[in-house]
């Protein structure tokens, strides 16, 4: 059993940072990518960052620049820096892990930007 713990969403002003972090345990052995996900209401959930095994890393074009995902050495906890954000940027993000051919997610935590 995989459970992803998250942490670090909030209620923020534009312009401002957040940090989100994500604990990966249970029966994890070949961790290929961990990243995050967001939906906005009434919208579909769609890719933010990813970062592989090797510390390739992924992001959606809107948030290059401003978002950097990042993990620690054992490889089973996974951040996401989010500086200069928008209002467009509220949503709930979600954890995600790939073990095998496996999915993995998160419970989800709010993000909301604004003044």
């Known amino acids: 059993q995989v459970q992803l713990v998250e942490s670090g969403g909030g209620l923020v002003q534009p312009g401002g940072s957040l940090r989100l972090s994500c604990a990966a345990s249970?029966?994890?052995?070949?961790?290929?990518?961990m990243g995050w996900y967001r939906q906005a209401p009434g919208k579909q959930r769609d890719l933010v960052a990813t970062?592989?095994?090797?510390?390739?890393?992924n992001y959606a074009d809107s948030v290059k620049g401003r978002f950097t995902i990042s993990g620690d050495n054992a490889k089973t906890t996974v951040y996401l820096q989010m500086n200069s954000l928008r209002p467009e940027d509220t949503a709930v993000y979600y954890c995600?892990?790939?073990?095998?051919?496996?999915?993995?997610w998160g419970q989800g935590t709010q993000v909301t930007v604004s003044a």
């Open positions: 995600h892990l790939l073990v095998g051919i496996i999915n993995y």
């Open positions: 249970g029966s994890i052995f070949r961790i290929y990518t």
């Open positions: 970062i592989t095994n090797s510390g390739a890393t």
